[in-house]
C-alpha cells in the first residue's frame, strides 16, 4: 500500500485509516487514523484501533513527562507499524500519576517508564490525543513520501542520515532514517511548531541542502 500506484491495480482502492489520510477541520484541527487530534479519547482509541495497548508515563532526565499509549503492531487500512499516542495531561496529573505509580523502571534512553495505577488507568482513558507517532513496517524512501504524501512545505536534515519532510498544512512530520525506521509525527497543524520547534533552522533549498551532524 505504501509503495507509487499502479492506475492498473486494483488494490490501489482507497482504503479507510491509512497513514497519508488526513481529513482537514475547521480551526485548524485534523483527523488521522479515524482519531480527531485534541478531542478524541484514549477510550476512543482503544474501539477503533483495539485494547492492545500499553499505557504509561515515560519520564527523560530533566523533563516533567508525558503520558503515551503505545501500540506494539497495528494495521492502518492495509498497513501495519507502531503506534504512539501522546495524551492530554497538566503537570500536575502527572506528578500526581507518578507519586502513585504502581512501579518505575529506567529504559535503554534512560528515561523512566511509570506504571499507572488502577485508577490512573481509568482516568487515562478519558484523556484525548495530542498527538500520533507512526513507525511503519515498511522502509519508505523519496518516492514514496512524495507519491504519497505529496510535495512537503519544507525538507531539511537533522543529521547525515535523517531527512524530515515537513507538513504545515497537514500537521505532519515525516522522518526519513537512511540506517533505521521511518517515523510519521501528527499533530493538528495549528499545533505543527511543536514538530518544527526541536529541528535546526534550515537555511538551503531543496537543490542544495547540507548535512547537520548529530
Known amino acids: 500500500m505504501l509503495l507509487p500506484s499502479d492506475p492498473g491495480n486494483r488494490s490501489d482502492a482507497p482504503t479507510d485509516g491509512l497513514p497519508w489520510q488526513i481529513d482537514l477541520l475547521p480551526e485548524g484541527g485534523s483527523r488521522v487514523f479515524g482519531l480527531t487530534l485534541g478531542r478524541s479519547t484514549l477510550a476512543e482509541a482503544r474501539q477503533r484501533l483495539g485494547s492492545d495497548v500499553q499505557v504509561a508515563l515515560i519520564v527523560a532526565a530533566g523533563e516533567s513527562g508525558s503520558l503515551e499509549a503505545y501500540y506494539e503492531s497495528i494495521h492502518t487500512g492495509a498497513v501495519k507499524g507502531k503506534m504512539i499516542l501522546t495524551l492530554a495531561t497538566t503537570l500536575e ?72 519532510f515537513l507538513y504545515p498544512d497537514k500537521g505532519l512530520d515525516l522522518q526519513l532514517d537512511a540506517k533505521g525506521k521511518e517515523v510519521l509525527q501528527y499533530v493538528a497543524p ?7 520547534a526541536p529541528l535546526p533552522i534550515s537555511t538551503t533549498t531543496d537543490r542544495e541542502r547540507v548535512s547537520v551532524s548529530d
Open 93 to 164: 496529573q502527572r506528578e500526581q500519576m507518578l507519586a502513585r505509580a504502581r512501579k518505575v523502571e529506567y529504559m535503554p534512553s534512560a528515561a523512566r517508564r511509570v506504571e499507572l495505577g488502577a485508577d490512573d488507568l481509568r482516568q487515562a482513558d478519558l484523556a484525548p490525543i495530542l498527538a500520533i507517532a507512526f513507525i511503519p513496517a515498511a522502509n519508505l524512501d523519496e518516492q514514496v513520501v512524495l507519491q504519497r504524501f505529496g510535495t512537503p512545505g519544507e525538507r531539511l536534515r537533522s543529521s547525515q542520515h535523517k531527512e524530515h
Open 190 to 196: 495549528r499545533d505543527f511548531s511543536r514538530l518544527r
